[in-house]
């Protein structure tokens, strides 16, 4: 497979002129394309002629990262719509972060929602992130039956909600981050309820 | 234009002669005397062109290879008029040689058979009393690009013209490879048309240019403006919406496919008027704002001939479940959001409402589908044609598998790729009637996991022999599956695949993809588009040029070795009419090769190849009835843009043929040679 790759290079080769004459290598005057203003992926580079080559060839590792404007052929709207629904949802491949704050904290943390299969298991990691932060020794973090703290998220639509309610995928798909709350301003959210 | 030509021997047509027989004979007998047409007058009404020339295949095939150079064929039901001259037997084909003799009224009634537009372009290539009758009896227009021709002269053509279909972009512009400000504006043609024909219907843009001042010029200066289809346009807003809607009485359509629509926040919905009720389709799918769902739900109750409606996704379960109560009728439905909060009873009400919608056939939009609303339309899946689920990433492969165990009826689906073999596997079982699928890519940057390989085409390809139609990205591809693949489903009208890594072999034998394509353009003797990807050489290339015959179009990217493989494609290909080609090594070499094969067709696009700016120079030199436009986009540190030398390298050409010479509308960074 090498030999091959060779010669592909070899023939894919960028020259002046027509194929067949030798003529030198062109200067780079066109060296880094800059990206598209549109573009808001800044990864998003287009090759310069001396990488053209390169992407002709046979297993070029960095063409499998690279990305190349225009690649793969999707149109505008479709990866407009793409891009839209994963800044709004926060989620990528490798996971679903979100923050967690905790009242009286001095800073924040973050944990991915894809780790755990439901509540129960939230709320214990929930626990040992936080220990430290608690004051005085019942600081179970359970929600509504008289401790310390409950735990809130904010949704997708903004309004804060008691964390529990309801079915966890429809929790975890609209969740958008967690606050620790104060159990004394927490009964105020319930009462609402 | 062709006059009729006069007959070699010296037979008298005093009287129409009448003969019966089989195709072949008389075939030749009228090839000579009416250089480009034969008349056959059939009992049966609409019989299908093409299985009535394979019928009368003891012709052989010589006559049906004189078809495609140009000779038409008419199949048309009896007249009464010559109902009377003969008998009328089962499957006697009778001809009439005198055309000539027939009114002009008779001749305009033979060509309303004539639904396609080459067609109407052949016929009126004849003589010029069939240009005549022909151009004052057109009433649909097609214009592939928009700048092969003036407006002024397609409705000076064409007087009575009431549907104009106009295209701008080349295709690569959806893919970002065209700069914005490229052209394509949609102005000039409805200008014209409001001077020149304000009895315009309808009118269909795609890749245009489209500014809220055309809109609103488009709602007030047509009367009996009827429909409107805009598939991937930009420029215009809301408010542009809002004077269509406000002024276009007796509107049946707006539809507004993927196109970038500004939101101003106006409610170009509420501007319909309570004395609309004529819609017959709404598709407003693409907009991202909200409508005033009220004015949408009395809108929908109101227009009782609705059938088609495709909403956004700012419209909830909640008001989907209200505006299916008031148009229990609809064939077309867009879902909107398809997701609610979770303490309504929209389930159960949901459900209700699919069960008195049995009339729905073709379901899209999803875009935040819940798997427990999914299983409401259970009810209509199994009368489903037509399902598009790829802007739905929300749906998880099980419920996917789930739902189309019971479409059977099947024929579109659009997917996205998270569908994985499985799914696939599930779809090849059920879906016996597919004839056309597409798998997009779920993950469009990252790498991600590999989600649909070989193994779901193959699966889809032995599962369902009447698949045409193609548009597969995938992960990989081998030649062992693309072979099996042709064989199995010889009827690919279309075939694009899509590789998400360019240039990546066969991963099995790490050979490039070239017998494989070739198995599929040996065995699809119909194919009339293909796009390609892949670690390919020349000799895919010489495969299509050997045996694509009725290609139409071909995408190129990031394959071929040398101008060779560009030469077999203009060669080869006799009905190619786009070729578009990006990331490849073809050369001035390969451009000035066969230059008059460029005004055979619409047009060439060619990036980041080896074209230079000499070759370009050559290619308008010699062919002056083309456009040969070179983009160049301008760097901040690039100092030899002023005066670029001929050997410079043209990063992105393209060529089309046109009537009007260079365009008046360019933007000085298009230099047309």
């Known amino acids: ?193 | 234009m062709i006059e009729a030509a006069e007959p070699e021997n010296s037979r008298e047509w005093s009287d129409p002669e009448v003969h019966e027989g089989r195709l072949g004979p008389i075939f030749e007998d009228f090839a000579f005397f009416f250089s480009r047409v034969l008349v056959l007058f059939c009992p049966q009404s609409a019989v299908d062109l093409r299985s009535f020339a394979c019928e009368a295949g003891a012709a052989g095939n010589s006559c049906i290879k004189d078809l495609s150079l140009g000779c038409v064929l008419f199949v048309v039901p009896v007249l009464t008029k010559l109902e009377v001259e003969s008998k009328v037997r089962e499957k006697n084909f009778r001809c009439c040689g005198a055309m000539t003799y027939f009114p002009d009224e008779v001749v305009e009634h033979i060509f309303d058979f004539l639904s396609s537009h080459r067609d109407r372009n052949n016929v009126s290539t004849v003589c010029k009393a069939w240009y005549l009758v022909e151009q004052l009896s057109r009433l649909r227009v097609f214009v592939g690009n928009c700048y092969a021709v003036r407006p002024e002269r397609v409705m000076a053509r064409f007087p009575g013209m009431k549907c104009l279909t106009v295209k701008g972009k080349p295709h690569f512009a959806d893919f970002n490879l065209v700069p914005h400000d490229w052209g394509g504006d949609a102005l000039p043609w409805i200008e014209t048309a409001a001077r020149c024909c304000p009895g315009l219907e309808e009118l269909r843009l795609k890749r245009m240019v489209v500014s809220d001042e055309s809109l609103e010029l488009l709602a007030r200066a047509f009367p009996n403006f009827k429909s409107l289809v805009l598939i991937s346009c930009e420029g215009f807003s809301t408010d542009g919406l809002a004077e269509i809607a406000t002024h276009c009485r007796g509107l049946r359509e707006l539809d507004l496919q993927e196109n970038e629509v500004e939101d101003h926040g106006r409610q170009w919905l509420s501007c319909f008027p309570d004395s609309c009720t004529s819609l017959v389709s709404l598709n407003f799918a693409c907009l991202k704002g909200e409508v005033n769902t009220s004015a949408l739900e009395r809108l929908v109750a109101r227009c009782q001939n609705l059938r088609c409606l495709k909403l956004n996704r700012a419209i909830s379960i909640e008001s989907l479940i209200k505006i299916l109560a008031r148009a229990p009728n609809l064939v077309e439905l867009g879902t909107g959001s398809f997701t609610a909060d979770h303490r309504t009873e929209a389930y159960q009400n949901l459900l209700n409402a699919f069960y008195k919608c049995n009339s729905i056939r073709n379901l899209s939009g999803f875009w935040d589908a819940a798997p427990r609303y999914l299983q409401a339309i259970y009810s209509i899946c199994s009368s489903l044609t037509v399902l598009n689920l790829s802007y739905a990433p929300a749906i998880q492969v099980n419920d996917l598998i789930k739902m189309i165990r019971h479409c059977f009826k099947l024929q579109k689906l659009w997917v996205l790729d998270s569908i994985g073999d499985k799914g696939l596997a599930a779809v090849a079982c059920a879906c016996k009637e597919l004839q056309e699928l597409r798998v997009f890519p779920s993950d469009v940057y990252g790498t991600g996991i590999a989600a649909v390989t070989e193994e779901g085409l193959v699966a889809i390809s032995s599962g369902c022999p009447k698949l045409n139609s193609l548009l597969y990205f995938c992960h990989q591809m081998t030649n062992a599956a693309l072979i099996t693949v042709a064989k199995n489903c010889p009827h690919f009208t279309r075939f694009r695949l899509c590789i998400l890594d360019p240039v990546k072999p066969d991963p099995i034998s790490n050979e490039p993809l070239d017998e494989g394509f070739g198995a599929i353009v040996k065995s699809c003797k119909d194919l009339k588009r293909l796009s390609l990807s892949g670690l390919l050489t020349d000799k895919v290339f010489l495969y299509i040029g050997m045996y694509a015959s009725r290609l139409e179009m071909l995408s190129i990217a990031f394959a071929g070795e040398s101008d060779k493989g560009m030469v077999y494609v203009l060669n080869g290909c006799k009905n190619l009419k786009k070729l578009e080609i990006r990331d490849s090594p073809f050369g001035d070499a390969a451009l000035l090769e066969n230059v008059g094969k460029y005004e055979t067709m619409r047009s060439l696009w060619m990036s980041s190849c080896d074209v230079t700016q000499g070759g370009c120079k050559a290619l308008a030199a010699k062919m002056p009835r083309l456009n040969v436009e070179v983009i160049n986009e301008r760097e901040e540190s690039d100092e030899m843009v002023e005066n670029p030398s001929d050997m410079h390298r043209v990063e992105k050409m393209y060529v089309y043929r046109t009537l009007t010479g260079p365009r008046d509308d360019a933007p000085d960074f298009v230099w047309t040679f």
């Open chain 1, 1 to 193: 497979m090498e030999a091959v790759a060779a010669s592909y290079v070899k023939d894919t080769e960028l020259r002046l002129g027509l194929p067949g004459s030798e003529a030198p290598e062109k200067p780079a005057m066109r060296g880094g394309k800059r990206a598209l203003p549109e573009d808001d992926e800044a990864a998003f580079c287009k090759s310069s002629p001396e990488d053209a080559s390169g992407l002709r060839s046979v297993g070029a590792a960095p063409v499998a990262k690279a990305q190349v404007v225009g690649w793969p052929p999707i149109r505008t709207y479709r990866k407009n719509n793409f891009q839209a629904r994963k800044a709004e949802t926060g989620a990528d491949a490798s996971g679903l972060f979100v923050k967690v704050s905790m009242d009286g904290a001095p800073y924040l943390r973050k944990i991915d929602l894809k780790l755990y299969q439901g509540y129960k298991e939230l709320k214990e990691a929930l626990d040992s992130m936080f220990k430290s932060f608690s004051q005085g020794e019942s600081s179970r973090k359970e929600g509504c039956n008289g401790s310390e703290y409950a735990i809130t998220y904010e949704d997708k639509d903004g309004d804060l909600m008691l964390v529990g309610d309801v079915p966890w995928e429809m929790f975890t798909s609209s969740c958008k981050r967690l606050r620790i709350m104060k159990a004394s301003e927490a009964r105020g959210l319930e009462s609402k309820q």
